[in-house]
């Protein structure tokens, strides 16, 4: 049964936990972030709230256990509802894949904490945090690639020419096509991959290294 699932089966409860967590705090970020800048559309549809169910695609959910790679529940959000329709555009992009920076903060923290606690099954939970902290990573970069219809694009769309932005728009659908091949195929290895390869490692011993000092290890 391995054979068909992106991580080894007893992972999967943990894999579940952290989904559960992390792609809820992603769409309830936009959603609270675009009402902050007046866009009420997500709140009007029940989407600013701690309830997976209102934020979790059950396919996307089961993509990620498969495949390595999924979706949760897109946040309905209209620009022009907002104050300042191109700062906060961005802003809201970003809010999601800064939650998943954050929430990978957390967790490290979380996992060297109970690195210093004798505490029973510290092996199991300090397991749970290390695959935390990892997937919110993943989850993070992913979500910032400049490619529809992840929120990299959207922040990159908000800065090209209304020429550009036209042009592209016209090709977004192609674009997505694109994407699922960078994703699913064998070229991930050679254009996806890299990325995730060199930045989580980086990214992990810095915020290691910051914990290091707070916990004076």
Known sequence: MENFLAYPLQDIPYVIVTLLIAF???????????????????????????????????????????????????????????????????????????????????????????????????????????????????????????LPPLDGYQILSEFLPLKWKLKVQAYENYALLFFLILVITPLSKYTISPIFNTLIPWMTGEMASFYYFVFQI
Do not use: C
């Open 24 to 146: 809820t705090i992603h769409e309830l970020a936009h959603a609270w972030v675009a009402l902050l800048f007046g866009d009420d559309t997500a709140k009007n549809e029940g989407r600013i709230t701690f309830n997976p169910l209102k934020h979790v695609d059950p396919v996307g959910f089961i993509f990620v256990i498969i495949a390595g790679f999924g979706w949760a529940k897109p946040t309905p959000v209209s620009p022009y509802k907002m104050k300042h329709r191109k700062v906060g555009s961005v802003v809201v992009s970003l809010a999601g894949p800064v939650s998943n920076l954050l929430l990978a903060f957390v967790g490290m923290g979380l996992y060297f904490l109970f690195l210093q606690m004798d505490v029973g099954y510290s092996q199991t939970i300090l397991h749970f945090f290390n695959l935390f902290v990892y997937l919110n990573l993943v989850l993070f970069i992913f979500n910032l690639l400049p």
